[in-house]
């Protein structure tokens, strides 16, 4: 009856994050610059002229899976970095390239 709950209880926290980051966690590409959100109102708009670096890095977890981060610096310094989701690595990959290339 314990390990029941126990195994409820965190299938439904892995349902809730899953769904949270289906809704709020959002990474648009477009030819000038890109969107992204991670939160409820977190969104920024960046564009590509505006950012001096990017590259895309790995991640090696515990669980021995593999996380890609996506890290970048704007002009004024400041450095932000967020996990790609894999669906995603084309658009990455078409960031990196037009920011590199600039």
Not at 31 to 36: I, K, L, R, S, W
Not at 54 to 67: R, W
Request: proline share 2%.
């Amino acid at each position: 009856m314990l390990f029941t709950g126990a195994l409820t209880a965190l299938m439904l926290c892995i349902i809730i994050y899953s769904v949270y980051c289906c809704i709020f966690v959002k990474l648009h590409v477009f030819e000038d610059g890109f969107y992204y959100k991670n939160g409820f109102s977190k969104g920024k708009f960046f564009k590509y002229s505006e950012i001096i670096e990017a590259a895309e890095n790995q991640k090696h977890n515990p669980n021995g899976s593999t996380s890609y981060c996506f890290r970048f610096t704007t002009a004024d310094g400041t450095k932000y970095d967020f996990i790609c989701p894999m669906s995603q690595s084309d658009g990455i990959d078409y960031m990196i390239d037009t920011i590199n290339n600039q």
